[in-house]
């Protein structure tokens, strides 16, 4: 069964910081391009980040730019987001997401575009 799990999430501060981890059980997670995705209370989904297989793109949106950090760790597979300089308006659902094509700075943030979703993990950054 494929599955895409995210953890690290929970109650922070404001101005503080927060990983998220993301990893893949039943194929490899190397083989793919990840995405993260946020959403808040009646609110869609928006895209918040996209990492390439090789690490070589990443593309931020631009509520996060310059305080979201995108990596990956290819001994374990594992694909981290950094958050830092956290406010209220980045308390969401975040969802870690995989697609095999190789994403473009125009269609990165496009949601069909990806295969694979994780459940979702809740970060909550209080005043």
């Known amino acids: 069964q494929v599955q895409l799990v995210e953890s690290g999430g929970g109650l922070v501060q404001l101005g503080g910081s927060l990983r998220l981890s993301c990893a893949a059980a039943g194929f490899e997670l190397d083989a793919y391009g990840i995405g993260w995705f946020r959403q808040a209370p009646g609110k869609g989904r928006e895209p918040v980040s996209y990492?390439?297989?090789?690490?070589?793109?990443?593309y931020y949106g631009d509520p996060v730019k310059g305080r979201f950090t995108n990596s990956r760790d290819t001994t374990t597979s594992v694909i981290y987001l950094q958050m830092d300089m956290l406010k209220s308006e980045d308390t969401a659902i975040y969802y870690c997401?995989?697609?095999?094509?190789?994403?473009?700075?125009?269609?990165?943030?496009?949601?069909?575009?990806?295969?694979?979703w994780g459940q979702g993990i809740q970060v909550t950054v209080s005043s």
């Open positions: 990492i390439s297989k090789s690490a070589g793109r990443k």
């Open positions: 997401t995989a697609r095999t094509s190789l994403a473009e700075r125009s269609d990165w943030a496009g949601k069909d575009r990806y295969e694979f």
